[in-house]
């Protein structure tokens, strides 16, 4: 079957490139629920352009999908890219720079928290480990306790 001739694809230069939202979804490497629940969230426009009865997406829907999809792989939540796509790209440098160092801050707090974490729990198996087949599991013992 001949891609550029149906109507979920259809292929001129790059910058007229024109999707179904399957074939955005495709594209994206997203499903079409969430494009739908994207543009219910404002994240991603609803496009005005239809052919026949199917809307047409294009590269620029495309690009914002894949942004908000890298901006989640880097942590931030639907409303923060909300935020961070507001922004202007010439006029908002500071205040995208300061979003992504609160971010930074944010995962560091959390992998200080996962370190003491894991520190605990590597010292509970070591005292299970050493501790007398006889006595109490050490590991179950603190979780019951307060």
Known sequence: MDRKNTP???????????????????????SVETIRYYQRRGLLPEPSTTRGAYRVYGEDELARLRAIRRAQQLGFSLDEINGLLALNAERDRQRARAAAQAKIELIDSRICQLQDMRDALAELVHCCEHTDGAAPCPILRALSSE
Request: net charge negative.
């Open 8 to 30: 979920e694809f259809s292929e001129g230069d790059a910058r007229t490139r024109a999707f179904t939202i399957g074939a955005l979804a495709r594209a994206a490497d997203v």
